[in-house]
């Protein structure tokens, strides 16, 4: 036996109370990791890559659980130095490095020789929980946790990890449906808590600096990610947990849903209201109403009403010529009242009692039992409902109550799995299963995952989260930039709300028109809402359906930007909607600032979130000056703009390419890239700058690694009064040719605004096209 071994045996008897001091006992460096022993436990260190490492402890008694449901990152070939030296061990890569004092006993975290945290008392154990505690700076703010309405900087708060909904929640919700074991820190690092069970994650709420994951049981293993700037971490977080798939484009068009269309007929006469308005549309979202005439009772069947829906097949085939999908509503609860009951219980797809037996309880809609996710044969059952709609032509999903709503603790799953251990994975799972389901049967077409309730790495199996059912008011609207911008720096960044609120019968046109403004900057444009309130602009009254047009056609003109940021996001994994301090990230007066946000890197968004306002104040971002209209303002300075009834003030970043649609659209069907108009902003300050376009067909799964888009790189060079402007079509291996003409717009302010439209340029796929323009003013 080695000496190493010896230890591990001598100590394994060994057994420390939760409060005990944790005592050094040896440690042994394997090139790949580091493993240590304690008096209570064994440490294992292990680098995933220069920017992210991963420390795993396993109490003496207990053997190491490898299964994680949020890390598919593999560890790297990082090089690492370890020294043990005077007391201290030093596992050093060139990024992260680890440091282990010996007495006292303590882990600390460093970043380029910067300290970011220490385990302070490390993990420790009670009767109840189980804690993992570290020491922080004074000064950092905190984000994460997942989606919660408390203000940007989530420190000093204590954060349950329990899905759940909240229903008509306003400006605040210390708890909501998706909720994650993560911690975001302003000195840009990341604390990944890897473990599925519930818990709490109390950021300082003693305010004692101390961080602190408290769960009741599983896991004992953390990463730490950590990099020189944002855009860096959320690309090292998504490399390490997975990154969302290219969503199908028709996902960036409208969507008509509510609380819910009733019959066939109902759903039709929406669709043909639309295209009567000429107000486009992509999509249409039957709620539950496709399998039951009432509410309650009826959850589970799963299957058309005819009475209601005579023709479904034919409805959703005639709505696909119109250019419209058909988006359906499914739930994992089946009713004892439902048609489906005695099949469940036959093929045994529940979730069960402690002896065996489906478990029932009572919730809103009835009495239920809840499907099983962790038996095969549940999934099997489950897929196969699913998949015989898609062949019948539903072109998306909607999972609601994934939570699960109701999920009692004494639920039993399979494999020995309680309730409160798989709780907040229960729609993890439920994406993954449709998912998956759609790469075996479907392997040609994208799938639309829409569910409120996920896990840390849902964003892999493409899901496509909301925020709950917000309460329609000036609260509701003014909570909502900031749970998108922290989903989207937790790597979940399709994270949207239902437009124009959803739980309440006030009829309020200025917040409809004002959060269907803010919608057009936000990943999925979808007003929902309770049947009471119209949510389709199509049945407001004229001026507020005037209002809610321009905001879609918006919405369509800038398909190619939008598209071009869900490529960034599949690629790298930067968030659609990001926080001020990603341009910033020294200046601290940013880090609690969620009522302006960037939508992708050049535009600036400052929603109006008060009622009646006629004014509002906006910073500018360093770097650049920020455009709009006929004005400009200088990057680093607050400004007053006055507001306007038909947009909300939105600004674009100096030098940067726009890129929008040549073409009135009533549907992303209609898009074609072969017509494009660019925007270009002159800013004397900004000498190069560069932006690019992303296309490929919008429908085909993994089009960018199969090597079928093309992408043109615009580049700026200003020297004195001339613009060089220098177009490269960068083509994949298998792409479909395009041809197209691209019409410059160039902008400038100076003493007002000279607008500049150039000759169309033409360029086919492969070409590099240049043009120079003079500076007028």
């Known amino acids: 036996m080695n000496k190493f071994l010896y230890i591990v045996a001598l100590f394994t008897a060994v057994v420390t109370s939760a409060q005990g001091t944790r005592t050094y006992v040896g440690s042994e460096f ?37 299964e994680s449901h949020a890390v598919v990152m593999q560890p790297q070939k990082v090089k690492a130095k370890f020294k043990d030296k005077k007391g201290r061990l030093t596992y050093t890569t060139n990024g992260i490095s680890v440091t282990i004092d010996k007495n006292p006993f303590r882990v600390s975290y460093h970043y380029n020789n910067k300290l970011l945290l220490a385990e302070q008392p490390g993990y420790t154990q009670t009767d109840s929980t189980e804690t993992i505690g570290f020491a922080i700076s004074a000064d950092e703010a905190l984000y994460g946790g997942g989606a919660r309405a408390l203000g940007m900087n989530r420190r000093g708060n204590r954060l349950q990890l329990y899905n759940r909904a909240h229903y008509g929640y306003g400006d605040r919700s210390e708890l909501l449906n998706f909720t994650m ?14 473990n599925a069970a519930i818990g709490w994650l109390d950021l300082d709420s003693r305010k004692n600096n101390t961080l602190a994951y408290e769960t009741i049981s599983g896991r004992k293993v953390y990463q730490v990610i950590a990099a020189p700037d944002w855009y860096k971490l959320t690309e090292s977080y998504t490399q390490l947990t997975g990154r969302q798939p290219m969503p199908p484009r028709w996902t960036f068009g409208n969507f008509a849903s509510r609380f819910g269309y009733h019959t066939e007929k109902e759903v ?16 249409v979202v039957v709620d539950l109403y496709w399998f039951g005439a009432d509410i309650k009772g009826t959850m589970g069947n799963l299957e058309f009403l005819k009475d209601s829906f005579p023709e479904p097949e034919k409805m959703i085939a005639d709505l696909k010529k119109d250019n419209v999908k058909t988006v359906l509503i499914t739930e994992p609860f089946i009713l004892t009242t439902s048609n489906r009951w005695q099949e469940a219980t036959d093929k045994n797809i529940l979730a069960t009692d402690a002896n065996g037996n489906p478990y029932t309880y009572e919730f809103y809609f009835g009495n239920t039992g809840i499907i099983d996710l962790w038996k095969p044969e549940a999934r099997t059952w489950f897929w196969n409902i699913y998949k015989r709609y898609i062949n019948a032509g539903v072109a998306g999903w909607w999972g609601d109550l994934g939570e699960p709503e109701v999920h009692p603790s004494y639920v039993q799953h399979a494999g020995g799995r309680s309730a409160d251990e798989v709780h907040n994975i229960y729609g993890h799972e439920w994406a993954k299963l449709v998912y998956e389901g759609y790469r075996k049967d479907f392997s040609g077409q994208r799938p639309f995952i829409l569910m409120r309730a996920g896990y840390s790495g849902s964003q892999r199996f493409g899901m496509i989260p909301w925020s709950g059912d917000v309460g329609r008011s000036w609260g509701g609207l003014q909570s909502q930039p900031e749970i998108a911008i922290q989903m989207g720096m937790q790597g979940v960044s399709y994270m949207h709300s239902d437009l124009g609120g959803f739980a309440g019968d006030n009829i309020d046109d200025e917040l409809y028109v004002r959060w269907l403004q803010y919608g057009v900057f936000q990943p999925v444009f979808r007003p929902h809402a309770q049947e009471a309130v119209p949510a389709e602009p199509v049945f407001r009254k004229d001026e507020v359906k005037a209002l809610a047009r321009k905001a879609i056609e918006l919405r369509y003109e800038m398909l190619p930007y939008n ?36 939508w992708g890197k050049d535009i600036l968004v400052a929603p109006v979130l008060q009622q009646g306002a006629k004014e509002r104040s906006v910073y500018f971002p360093k770097g650049s000056r920020w455009f709009s209209g006929r004005k400009f303002y200088e990057g680093g300075t607050t400004a007053t703009v006055q507001l306007e009834e038909d947009n909300i003030p939105y600004f674009y970043r100096g030098g940067a390419f726009i890129v929008e649609s040549a073409e009135d659209l009533q549907s992303t069907e209609d898009y074609t890239s072969e017509k494009l108009n660019i925007n270009f902003y002159v800013d004397p300050s900004v000498t190069a700058s560069e932006g690019i376009f992303y296309h490929d067909d919008g429908k085909t799964p993994n089009a960018y690694e199969e090597g079928k888009y093309e992408i043109l790189v615009f580049k700026s060079e200003t020297k004195g009064k001339e613009v060089t402007i220098t177009v490269t079509s960068k083509p994949g291996k298998n792409n479909t040719p395009v041809n197209r003409r691209l019409t410059f717009f160039i902008n400038e302010n100076a003493n007002g605004m000279y607008l500049s439209k150039s000759k169309p340029l033409e360029i086919k796929s492969g070409e590099v096209k240049t043009f120079k323009y003079t500076i007028q003013q």
């Open 268 to 283: 039709r006469n929406v669709v043909r209201k639309f295209r009567e308005e000429e107000i486009p549309l992509d999509a």
């Open 30 to 66: 394997f090139g790949d990791r580091l493993e240590v022993i304690t008096s209570d436990g064994r440490y294992t260190i292990t680098p995933y890559s220069e920017n992210i490492i991963q420390t795993a402890f396993v109490p003496h008694g207990e053997d190491y659980n490898a």
């Open 181 to 194: 074991p993560l911690v975001l820190s302003s000195k840009i690092y990341a604390v990944h808590f890897d």
């Open 563 to 598: 598209y071009t940021l869900a490529y960034l996001n599949a690629k790298n994994g930067y968030p659609l909607m990001r926080p001020l301090f990603f341009e910033e990230p020294g200046n601290a007066q940013l880090y609690n600032i969620s009522d302006e946000y960037l």
